[in-house]
């Protein structure tokens, strides 16, 4: 079956970095998406980006472009987002989800499975 | 980008009702529309997508409609496990974006 398992929970200070991880079991790695998407404390869902893991291709929110890194590694079946310059705003539930998208990298698609969720939080 | 706007934002209702949630865009967004399902300090639930397409594995009660900037989110026949927070996703434009939820509670 389907399974994306994600690091551990990360306290961070305010100007660091983090970085989260999603392994992915169950099917073809570089057949799907994976989407980033967060959820600070007691708020909706906010989506980050995805990368294409077959090609490296990424893409993301304006809002986050500049602090956030998606990479993966096809050899370990693992996705990556990295955020920089943390804030006490960023402080959220960090999920990874599979997609597919109707057409490739221009999107349209949909996320059929998700990640337990990493908890970031930013605090000095 | 895109606005998503659902209603209501919480609603009451009891096991066997019928209820319907809302999701607007602010722009055509053809049948680019998926819902989640949401339980708390739970990862989303995929229930429909494309607009009306039942992804497997979920009960046949519930449903989606519409296309272009207005859909709908049925569940026929309430159950104790769907009261949940519902969210709407629009996909037809870069950045992907959420309705603010809709949180079902037991009346």
């Known amino acids: 079956q389907v399974q994306l398992v994600q690091s551990g929970a990360e306290v961070k200070k305010p100007g660091a970095s983090v970085k989260v991880s999603c392994k992915a079991s169950?099917?073809?790695?570089?057949?799907?998406?994976i989407h980033w998407v967060r959820q600070a404390p007691g708020q909706g869902l906010e989506w980050m980006g995805w990368?294409?893991?077959?090609?490296?291709?990424?893409n993301s929110a304006q809002k986050f472009q500049g602090r956030v890194t998606m990479t993966r590694d096809t050899s370990m079946s693992t996705a990556y987002v990295e955020l920089s310059s943390l804030r006490s705003d960023d402080t959220a539930v960090y999920y990874c989800?599979?997609?597919?998208?109707?057409?490739?990298?221009?999107?349209?698609?949909?996320?059929?499975?998700w990640g337990r969720g990493t908890l970031v939080t930013v605090s000095s | 980008d895109i606005q998503m706007t659902q209603s209501p934002s919480s609603l009451s209702a009891s096991v066997g009702d019928r209820v319907t949630i809302t999701c607007r865009a602010s722009?055509?967004?053809?049948?680019?529309l998926n819902w989640y399902q949401q339980k708390p300090a739970k990862a989303p639930k995929l229930l429909i997508y494309?607009?009306?397409s039942l992804q497997s594995g979920v009960p046949s009660r519930f449903s989606g409609s519409g296309s272009g900037t207005d859909f709908t989110l049925t569940i026929s026949s309430l159950q104790p496990e769907d009261f949940a927070t519902y969210y709407c996703?629009?996909?037809?434009?870069?950045?992907?974006?959420f309705g603010q939820g809709a949180k079902l509670e037991i009346k």
């Open positions: 996703q629009q996909t037809y434009t870069i950045p992907d974006t």
């Open positions: 722009q055509n967004i053809s049948k680019y």
């Open positions: 494309a607009a009306s």
């Open positions: 989800a599979r997609g597919w998208h109707e057409y490739g990298d221009h999107g349209r698609g949909w996320m059929d499975s």
């Open positions: 169950g099917y073809t790695f570089t057949a799907y998406y």
């Open positions: 990368i294409n893991p077959k090609s490296g291709v990424t």
